[in-house]
């Protein structure tokens, strides 16, 4: 599986995982020329921009500890693009998913980041 293949998986399994949490998936993958979002969700009108970091394993740190305040940085800049584009004036927030091993789990959510 290339990790273009394995990301997608992850991000799969994420978007399964939200709409199980009743969430609807917006998108997956908004992309602009200096951004992306994973995955643009809603529930309770409210919109959840997700990342998700999958790791075969936590040797080298969980998924959720390559969430830097760079990579911070990066997620509000893109909500915020995506905000803009759609004309949304309700509320959002950022959250994320970890995805981890090769049965591809979801072992960890993070809200409000």
Not at 32 to 54: G, H, L, P, S
Not at 65 to 87: C, N
Not at 91 to 106: H, K, M, P
Request: charged residues 25%; contains cysteine.
């Amino acid at each position: 599986m290339t990790t273009v293949e394995t990301g997608r998986r992850a991000e799969n399994v994420a978007a399964d995982f939200l709409r199980r949490k009743g969430f609807e998936i917006l998108t997956q993958n908004w992309r602009t020329r200096w951004c992306e979002i994973d995955i643009v969700a809603m529930r309770d009108q409210e919109v959840c921009f997700c990342e998700v970091k999958y790791r075969r394993s936590v040797r080298q740190g969980t998924g959720l500890d390559y969430i830097t305040p760079q990579k911070l940085h990066r997620m509000r800049f893109s909500a915020e693009s995506w905000v803009h584009a759609h004309a949304w004036m309700g509320r959002y927030y950022l959250a994320a998913i970890e995805v981890t091993g090769s049965q591809f789990r979801v072992t960890h959510a993070v809200k409000d980041l």
